[in-house]
């Protein structure tokens, strides 16, 4: 019995590992497909274009107020404001 417990825990482990991963390989597809000068940057109308919920928070996101943010600036937000 505790061995079944184990390895349940062991693939819920996994799993969430797998989840994230795939939601990171997401979120850097979208970011390249938005970043249509290739510069690691998204502008606010490039965002707009391309992420628009990161277009919704932009200036949050943008703290620095540098008029763009990179995929690095969005994960922290993303990290952030996870529910």
Do not use: N
């Amino acid at each position: 019995m505790k061995r079944i417990g184990l390895l349940l825990i062991s693939l819920l482990i996994a799993s969430a590992a797998s989840a994230q991963t795939g939601m990171q390989q997401k979120l850097e597809a979208r970011f390249a497909s938005a970043d249509v000068d290739h510069d690691g940057k998204l502008t606010k109308s490039e965002a707009q274009a391309g992420m628009p919920r990161v277009a919704a928070h932009f200036d949050e996101i943008d703290s620095a107020h540098a008029g763009y943010v990179t995929l690095d600036q969005i994960e922290q937000y993303v990290a952030q404001h996870k529910q």
